[in-house]
């Protein structure tokens, strides 16, 4: 089996400061690594449109959706989501969007897909913050749920930052179910409720995190049956992320994945992952962090 993957060219196509924190090529180094290894197959290369704004409306605050898509909107919102406004932004975050989705609808038809962005899990009803705009997860599970393709959805967020943006747009729905494993000292500072909510203290290591993961997704997978799991594959868990407390290593990730994959499989659930989360200034490494996903598939599913 060949792993279908959604990718398009603006996801790094950003202009930052020079010493901005958020390393936005790292997109493209994944995406050329992995064809370059054979982790992917081009033929099974997917590109997004830009979403229909009306689907993001659906989740997210008209106004605030049609100020950040106008340039309208306030310095200080900006600032929150910690990107400098610009078209390529704006086309960015469209597209990248709506590639959750269409990961989502690869997903139901091969089983599993993998977006080379997404998690854009800080992103609540009317604002961004933590370099998300919109949340790509809850837009994408909402829509599925909207045009009867699955009655339920589990996010699983392994990103080590907590999904406060997830945990407030699905409180109240209880066809999506929101579980964040994160650590516990780490950004947001304020923590909204999740339908599960794991907190890990820093320097949590790779035995007592897999035991987690493996309890606590066996566990949500038997309890609520689930037609889809939208899985953050979050790497900035990695012991050297620049924004990550726990010490947690490359192999720790890539049993990680291997773990979530193949629990998925066994009770035949599709699986639409996104990278999620990771930061470092070292792109050859942080492209390694985010590969392990790959392999990860194609030891489960090729």
Request: include cysteine; charge should be negative.
């Amino acid at each position: 089996m060949k792993i279908p993957f959604v990718y398009h060219a603006s996801y790094s196509q950003l202009a930052l400061p020079s010493q901005h924190r958020f390393p936005t090529s790292k997109y493209q180094n994944l995406f050329d690594y992995a064809i370059e290894q054979n982790l992917v197959c081009p033929s099974m290369h997917h590109q997004a449109n830009k979403i229909d704004i009306s689907l993001i409306k659906q989740v997210h605050n008209a106004d605030y959706v049609d100020a950040f898509i106008n340039g309208s909107i306030h310095p200080k919102a900006l600032r929150r989501i910690g990107f400098p406004w610009s078209e390529s932004l704006v086309k960015r975050t469209l597209h990248a969007v709506n590639g959750t989705l269409l990961t989502c609808q690869l997903a139901l038809n091969h089983q599993i897909s993998v977006h080379f962005t997404g998690g854009y899990h800080h992103a609540h009803y009317d604002f961004g913050s933590g370099f998300c705009i919109f949340n790509d997860l809850v837009i994408a599970a909402s829509q599925l749920i909207e045009t009867q393709h699955v009655d339920k959805v589990l996010i699983f967020d392994c990103d080590v930052h907590q999904g406060d943006g997830t945990a407030t747009l699905c409180q109240g729905n209880p066809n999506i179910i929101s579980c964040s494993i994160h650590c516990k000292q780490n950004f947001p500072s304020r923590k909204p409720i999740s339908d599960y909510d794991i907190e890990l203290d820093k320097g949590c290591s790779d035995e007592e995190y897999l035991s987690y993961i493996d309890s606590v997704f066996g566990y949500l997978i038997q309890l609520h049956q689930p037609d889809l799991i939208i899985y953050d594959a979050g790497v900035d868990i990695h012991q050297d992320d620049d924004l990550g407390y726990l010490n947690i290593s490359t192999q720790g990730i890539l049993a990680r994945d291997k773990l979530v994959l193949t629990l998925a499989k066994r009770h035949n659930i599709p699986v639409a992952a996104v990278i999620g989360g990771g930061y470092s200034r070292q792109a050859d490494e942080l492209t390694q962090r985010h590969s392990q996903l790959l392999i990860a598939a194609n030891h489960v599913w090729v």
